[in-house]
């Protein structure tokens, strides 16, 4: 079966610099993608402020529930708390979420992160997938990447399928081999160009790996850093490719990173 993914920071649904609502634009844009699961990152689950100062252009739902609309069930995780709202992760599945728990990895006052965890059936087969918006301190980083390892290690069986999806503020890519020798996982763009056939085969006889780098996502315009990253166990990658250019330059400083995988 095929499974279309996709990751996403959406940056609150509005502009960078005017702060101007981009939600029904991008709700659109998320509708022409049509993905089965959706992994949202800093999605606004209350905003007053906004609310009252862009009425005609900002929903009365949820960020997270507006986006869903009929055709996705969705879980949210609340991480960031102010006094006039407050916004954290996002999942979206065509699939019914059979569970899903938020977990706070906050590692000081000045950045609230979550990783939130939902289960869903695909076709009689249970997959797990984490939600992760990273700090942007390196050592954050690492201890919010081994508080992950130790939340997946616990919350799902070694044998099952997973999908690891979000902004790992990872531009110098220093946690794929922490994540793939203690989880299994591989990168979407890492399992996309490994080699094949014969030349594979020699490769890995002469004990040569590929050096692949993540795809480059921020900033929107013109992508330059690698920050947000797919990383799978259980699945094989049909394709894989940043969404770049035209409406995507707009909607949101990151760019989306879309996928089409099979269940192996």
Known sequence: MKLRIA???????????????RIHALKQALTQLDADLLFLQ??????????IRHAAHWPQQAQHEYLAGESHHVAYGMNA?????HHGNAFLSRFAIASSRNQDVSDHAY??????????????VEVHCYVIHLGLFARSRHRQTAALIEAVRASS???????????????????????RIRLGVTEVFEQQSMPHGLMGYLRKLGGMRQVVQPARTFPASM???????IY??????E??????????????????????????
């Open 7 to 21: 990751t996403y920071n959406i940056h609150k649904g509005v502009t960078s610099f005017s702060g101007r609502p």
């Open 42 to 51: 800093e999605v606004q689950g209350r905003h007053d402020r906004i609310a």
């Open 81 to 85: 708390v102010y006094d006039h709202g």
């Open 111 to 124: 950045e609230s992160r979550g990783i939130l965890h939902c289960v869903v059936n695909i076709d009689g």
């Open 157 to 179: 069986p070694p044998d099952v399928p997973l999908i690891i999806a979000g902004d790992f503020n990872d531009w110098g890519n220093k946690l794929s081999d922490f994540l």
């Open 223 to 229: 992508p330059w850093l690698r920050l947000d990253r």
């Open 232 to 237: 799978l166990r259980g699945f094989e990658v």
């Open 239 to 264: 394709s894989a490719q940043v969404l770049r250019g035209g409406l995507w330059a707009t909607l949101s400083d990151h760019a989306p990173i879309v996928s089409t995988l099979r269940l192996k």
